[in-house]
């Protein structure tokens, strides 16, 4: 959750290594994990290092032009359950309230002002294929604890009601 331009300078910071970050080389770790030196590793890491930010607050789209517009911030991701909650709203994934469609376009308009991906929460396919069309390039769909429930659902539909009310023993 980045609400300020001094936020989104520390999550820069904290991921990437010098010079454009501070974060800690750490030893060979991070190099033997990509199955090279050190000296190749650290210096194409900040190349490949994938900053993403969370924009969920209200104060976050008050700052979003300084929090866009800060090096080395690759992409953002808004949470629309937080997102609403901060506008005062019940949270959900999906709002027709204009200031929350609002604050989408403006966000995907700074994201590309910035050349800053842009990504969202939805909770199905369907919404997926919406963003998707609006612009957003990070999709993330539902949960793994919502697809497992979804699936358990489905799969006690199929199944029928079978012997409600039996309790098993053994």
């Not at 001094?6 to 904290?14: H, I, K």
């Not at 979804?150 to 409600?164: C, F, S, V």
Request: no cysteine; proline share 4%.
């Amino acid at each position: 959750m980045v609400n300020s331009r001094a936020e989104a300078e520390a999550v820069v910071a904290a991921a990437r290594y010098h010079p454009v970050g501070e974060r800690s080389v750490g030893g060979q770790l991070h190099a033997a994990n990509f199955d090279t030196e050190p000296a190749t590793y650290y210096e194409r890491a900040n190349d490949e290092i994938l900053v993403v930010v969370m924009i969920e607050h209200v104060r976050a789209l008050e700052h979003a032009e300084a929090i866009l517009s800060v090096p080395g911030v690759d992409a953002f991701f808004i949470g629309p359950n937080d997102l609403t909650k901060s506008m005062g709203r019940a949270p959900v994934f999906e709002s027709d309230d204009a200031q929350f469609v609002g604050a989408l376009k403006h966000l995907r308009e700074l994201g590309r002002k910035h050349g800053v991906a842009s990504g969202i929460h939805v909770a199905n396919a369907e919404a997926a294929a919406r963003r998707r069309a609006e612009g957003f390039q990070l999709i993330a769909i539902a949960s793994e604890a919502g697809l497992m429930l979804a699936k358990a659902r489905e799969t006690l539909r199929a199944l029928g009601p079978g012997n409600a009310g039996q309790v098993a023993t053994y």
